[in-house]
């Protein structure tokens, strides 16, 4: 772009490729984001789309394409054509993360130039689409980074966390008059069971359940004490009752046993319901379980499915 005293020369090959580009890496992150096999040929389709706006938004007698409207249409399309066939409740996720993207890497452009550019120039917005003057095209690096944050480890981070609150719950524990309240997360690879009676393990820190269970009790209990397998038979019958020794393997380790016991009752509370037995076992455990400390047991899916 040239300015001659109130005269702005654009140059539509330059907006072209450079939306063109902008658009490829923003529906690129947002197939990332939705979990959506990305296509090579669609994001080339749908980012010329986006240019092809990007020049006929510059022209008076096409107004329409400014509007509200003509940008949403635009950007439906863009989707569409980048990711057809998704279904309704995919598509309108996927037009919303369009949005966010957008939205996240234009911040971070003029918030990168605000802060760190001191040579003078100015963004002019004509219809609805930036002209930039003496700001170096560089800065659209900053850009790219961001949506290439946005679709490699922002995908897997927000997908996580968000997974995380959806599966977590609140676990109480009643035994013997007292209680602990710790989180808890429903997790589809614990299939523990008492090979006895068949009921679910819910796998715990045994450190969330000292103020539970008696002192001299827990030190017992460590997986790594070679006496764990005659614990049950060691104790009085009130305890040996609750006691079971629950089978398991793991990633470096087989046939390993874990000390189980049945509490009087748990309460699981979620954002849907809330589950009153005493139809489970403890499975206990010498280590954290989240690295975060988001949570400390591990739910059998089980135990929502019957309730």
């Known amino acids: 772009m040239e300015e001659t005293g109130l005269t702005v020369k654009v140059y539509l090959d330059v907006i072209l490729l450079v939306n063109f580009i902008m658009d490829f890496f923003i529906l690129w992150a947002t197939g990332k984001l939705s979990n959506l096999p990305v296509k090579i040929s669609r994001l080339v389709l749908g980012a010329f ?21 003509g940008k949403s249409i635009c950007a ?25 993207i957008s939205f996240a890497m234009g911040g971070a452009v003029l918030a990168a130039v605000f802060l760190l550019d001191t040579s003078p120039g100015f963004m ?8 930039i003057r003496g700001i170096h095209y560089s800065w659209l690096v900053v850009a790219l980074v ?7 480890g922002g995908f897997h981070y927000l997908r996580k966390g968000w997974l995380q609150e959806e599966l977590l719950n609140s676990l109480t524990i009643y035994f013997h008059n007292n209680k602990v309240m710790i989180p808890a997360l429903l997790d589809t690879g614990n299939q523990l069971i008492d090979p006895f009676t068949k009921k679910p393990v819910i796998v715990v820190e045994r450190a969330a359940l000292e103020k539970l269970l008696p002192k001299d009790f827990l030190p017992k209990t460590k997986e790594g004490n070679s006496e764990i397998s ?48 005493s139809e489970v076992f403890l499975g206990l455990v010498n280590r954290p379980l989240s690295g975060e400390g988001r949570y400390r047991a591990l739910l059998h899916p089980q135990i929502l499915q019957e309730h």
């Open 49 to 69: 789309i986006g240019a092809l706006y990007s020049i006929a938004v510059l022209l008076p007698q096409w107004s329409f394409f400014s509007s509200f409207l």
């Open 124 to 131: 002019q917005v004509w219809n609805g689409v930036g002209i």
């Open 146 to 152: 961001v949506v290439g944050f946005l679709g490699y």
């Open 230 to 277: 005659e614990l049950p038979g060691s104790l009085d019958e009130t305890w040996s009752s609750r006691l079971r020794l629950i089978p398991f393997n793991s990633v470096g380790k087989s046939n390993g046993l874990m000390i189980g016991f049945q509490p009087d009752i748990v309460v699981i509370k979620n954002k849907k319901k809330e589950i009153i037995t």
């Open 76 to 100: 439906f399309l863009m989707v569409l054509v980048a990711y057809p066939l998704q279904g309704v409740a995919k598509f309108i996720r996927s037009y919303m993360y369009l949005y966010v």
